[in-house]
Antibody, heavy 121, light 107 residues
């Protein structure tokens, strides 16, 4: 059974960098067809896909966030990370990591529980 | 980006009712359409993929249909645990996008 668990600071100051980690168990970050995603949810924007990373290192980001986002896998291949720079109050949201199937039909089959990040001074 | 529009935004219904939720895409997405259910404080859970394929473990009262730009999710006989928010999501092209959700409430 694949399990994902987000962790990181729940409060980030404006203009700083939001950094989150997703611990993955029961699934492999270093092989397979799956893509590993970050998705956020806020009352204003709803569910918003941030981007993904593949074990090959390939990444793809939402153009609306591309200039500020980095998604990567750590050297141990057990953690997924998200960095979002120059945050504002608009980045306040619940952040989820999620796996997608990587093959047709493409959908998010496993999700973390989510972590609330508030941007405030 | 492909815009996903769900209707209605909210719906009040009773246990045992049959309900249909609609999702429209701003361009054709073939059948690259997924439905998720989200309860308060939880992550979304996939119910249906590829417009009509019921995921393992999901009750058969849930069904999906559609292709192109118009899709529906039907719950044939509402149960108490079905009162939640439902989202559609297109996986046709990146950036993947979600509808704004339909909140299903108890009448």
């Amino acid at each position: 059974q694949v399990q994902l668990q987000e962790s990181g600071p729940g409060l980030v100051k404006p203009s700083q960098t939001l950094s989150l980690t997703c611990s993955v168990s029961g699934g492999s970050l270093n092989s397979g067809d799956n893509f590993w995603n970050w998705i956020r949810q806020s009352p204003v924007k709803g569910l918003e896909w941030i981007g993904y990373v593949h074990h090959t290192g390939s990444t793809f980001y939402n153009p609306s966030l591309k200039s500020r986002v980095t998604i990567s896998v750590d050297a141990s291949k057990t953690h997924l990370s998200l960095k979002l720079t120059s945050v504002t109050a608009a980045d306040t949201a619940v952040y989820f990591c999620a796996r997608d199937t990587g093959t047709y039909p493409y959908f998010f089959d496993y999700w973390g529980q989510g972590i609330l990040v508030t941007v405030s001074s | 980006d492909i815009q996903m529009t769900q209707s209605p935004s909210s719906l009040s219904a009773s246990v045992g009712d049959r309900v249909t939720l609609t999702c429209r895409a701003s361009q054709s997405i073939s059948n690259y359409l997924n439905w998720y259910q989200q309860t308060t404080g939880k992550a979304p859970k996939v119910l249906i993929s590829a417009a009509s394929s019921l995921q393992s473990g999901v009750p058969s009262r849930f069904s999906g249909s559609g292709s192109g730009t118009e899709f529906t999710l039907t719950i044939s006989s509402l149960q108490p645990e079905d009162f939640a928010t439902y989202y559609c999501q297109q996986s046709y092209s990146t950036p993947y996008t979600f509808g704004q959700g339909t909140k299903l409430e108890i009448k």
